[in-house]
């Protein structure tokens, strides 16, 4: 049997709800944790027509990217399209979970999907976060180092960019003496002691401080362990807002459109002018509303910023220095559902998962 908690663990092991932003509701928005998964139909946004289709599918799990509650509910009547959806849902027993802005932050996430049908290379975030790792220092006799840091390493900690296992460490002198009540790895009690040590030093995601804790008192010899907890404000480059890469061949604007309008299926872009741009080799992207990092895409050196939702008087903030190309909102964030469906398929295989086939795309072009 799997259960709902045990799916949505596995999407926040990829995309953890500590890097959602501070305005969002990603989670578990209606259901059970611990019912079993019949079911999961994937989405992009949880309408009363995808509720009906979970329920002819026999789903009882919908994973929506955008979160059907933004604030919060004081009455359920059905009055408005939110009541409606969340009142079927509950009495149709299906849970709901949204994955937003926590799946925009990661580097394999939106954004990622995005870059992959552009086919763009030498990957990076855009925006970075800050504040958001940990550094943990701590002092263990040099015999017990290798299996202080590998419980460490188990439970998250020094993992930077693609290099997994990093830590750093430094040779010292410890000294302490031990009280009338202890029972002490090393010495005896009321006399003082000296102990070769290990200092250890590793960084780590600092959502994840409970774990490494837990880790360190269940492995360290020490009755009393002594560390130092600090927490960073280091930028993490693998977490934060947009995302650059390179084409694998510089485009003309023109070629760059028509382009954009073949790999990601689209009827209309509204652009900049490009009159300014010769030619495109650096591309910067970000799935959903993006118009807050336009200046971002302008320092990266990108000629030219994909995203959604940009206001008329936002497509100035281009300068000159690049051209901005709005393909929507729907139309940037509709490939998460592949996203979401191969995330799921490489841990899950006793239940059906099922892609919406519904357009909740609100907006229309004649």
């Known amino acids: ?20 932003e501070e305005y969002d509701n990603s989670g578990l928005i209606i259901g059970n944790g611990n019912h079993e998964v019949q079911g999961i139909l994937i989405c992009l946004d949880t309408t009363e027509k995808v509720i009906e289709e979970a329920i002819g599918l026999g789903c009882n799990l919908i ?11 004081k009455k359920i009547t059905g009055s408005d399209h939110v009541e409606r959806t969340v009142l079927k849902a509950i009495q149709n027993n299906i849970a709901i979970y949204a994955v937003h802005t926590n799946l925009d932050n990661v580097i394999g996430g ?42 460490l390493f188990d439970a998250g900690v020094g993992q930077i960019g693609n290099y997994k ?23 005896e009690t009321g006399k003082d002691e ?17 774990s490494v804790y837990d880790a ?14 600090t927490r960073l404000d280091n930028n993490n480059q693998e977490v934060g807002s947009g995302m650059t890469g390179l084409l694998p061949e510089p485009m003309n604007p023109v070629d760059f459109l028509n382009f954009l309008k073949k790999n990601l299926n689209l009827e209309i872009v509204r652009h900049t002018t490009h009159a300014q741009i010769k030619e495109i080799s650096k591309v910067a992207v970000c799935g959903g509303s993006g118009s807050f990092l336009i200046s971002d895409a302008i320092r990266s050196g990108a000629e030219v910023f994909v995203t959604g939702d ?22 940037s964030e509709i490939f998460t559902k592949d996203l979401l469906y191969d995330l799921l398929m490489k841990k899950f295989n ?17």
């Open 1 to 20: 049997m799997i259960t709902i908690r045990e799916v949505t663990a596995h999407l926040e092991d990829f995309a953890p709800l500590a890097y959602q």
């Open 63 to 73: 994973i929506s990217h955008h979160p059907i509650i933004f604030k919060g509910l």
């Open 110 to 151: 939106v954004n990622a999907r995005i870059c992959d049908k552009l086919n763009l290379t030498k990957r990076k975030i855009l925006s970075p976060k800050h504040s958001t790792l940990s550094k943990l220092v701590t002092f263990v006799p040099a015999k017990n180092k290798d299996q202080v840091l590998q419980a």
């Open 165 to 187: 296992h990093c830590s750093f460490s430094v040779d010292g002198t410890g000294t302490f003496r031990p009280g009338e009540d202890t029972d002490p790895f090393v010495g």
């Open 194 to 210: 000296t102990v070769s040590e290990k200092r250890i030093e590793v960084i780590f995601p600092a959502h994840l401080w409970n």
């Open 216 to 229: 360190l008192k269940s492995v360290h010899p020490y009755e009393e362990v002594a560390y130092y907890h």
């Open 310 to 331: 940009v206001k008329y008087h936002d497509f100035f903030n281009a300068e000159h220095h690049l051209m901005i190309a709005d393909i929507g909102h729907y139309e």
């Open 350 to 366: 006793t239940f059906a998962l099922h892609l919406s086939k519904t357009d909740s795309n609100p907006v229309s072009y004649f």
